[in-house]
C-alpha cells in the first residue's frame, strides 16, 4: 500500500522515497497480535456478560467478576453480595450493569490500549515509521478522542471496582459446611492480585497519588506511594494483557464450576 500523495513522507520538500516503508523486519505482527487478542476478549466478554448462566457457584461462593456486583432481582440468590438494589433487568442489560460500563470506559481510554489500537485498528501510525494510510491527523484534540483525558475518573471507579472484586474473593473461602479453599480461590485470589497491578499501576495512578507534584521532598509519604506506582507503571502493557488472560480463565473455570461440567478441587470444605 503506497503513502497518499504530499503529505507525510510524501511531501515535497522531503526525500525521494517511494516505499511506504524500508523496515525490512516483520513489523505488522504486533498490530496483528493485537487485533486479534482484543478482538477474541470483547467477544467472549460481550458474550459471557449477557448469557445469564453458570455465573455463580451457591456451595463455594464463587461469583465470576463479569457479574460483579450482582444487584438486581434477576441475579440467582446468594449472589447479591450488596443487596438487591434494582427490580428485574430485561435481557439487554447485563446484570453487572452496575460495573461492565466503566471497566470498559477505564480499559477503552487506558494509555497502553490507545496505543494499542490507534496502531492496530487505526493505523495511526501501524508501527514507528511506517507511514500512515490517512492523510490528515488531528492527535486527540478534538472530540470524541477529546475525551480521553476524563481517564482518571474511570481510574477512580476501577479502584472501588477492584475492591468489591476483593471482597467477592474473600467471600468466596466458604463451603457449605463453613470455611473452605479450592482452586476456584487460587485462581479468583490471583486474579484480583494481578487486576490489582492493572489498576495500582495506571498512569493516572501514578499522576494523582505523587506524578503532580514539583516537590517530593515536601511529601515523603506521598514520594514513596508514587515510586510504588512507578515501578508498577513500567509493568502495564504486561499487566493490561495477563489480566484479560486472567479473567476469561476465571470466568470460564467458575462457568465450568457452576454447569458441573467439572467439578471443583478442594483442599479444606
Ligand atoms: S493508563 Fe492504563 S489503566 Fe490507566
Redesign the pocket.
Known sequence: MSAPAATGVRSATRARIADRTLRTDRWWITPLLTVLGLTVFVVYATIRSFVRTAYWVEDYHYLTPFYSPCVSASCVPGSSHFGVWVGELPMWIPLAFLSLPFLLG?RLT????RKAYYRSFWLSPPACAVAEPRAGYTGETRLPLILQNV?RYF?YVGFVISLVNTYDAILAFHSPGGFGFGLGNVILVINVILLWG?TLS???CRHVTGGRLKHFSKHPVRYRIWTFASRLNTR?MQF?WITLGTLIITDCYIMLVASGTISDLRFVG
Open positions: 477505564f487506558c494509555y497502553y490500549y481517564h481510574f492493572y495506571c498512569h493516572s502495564h493490561a
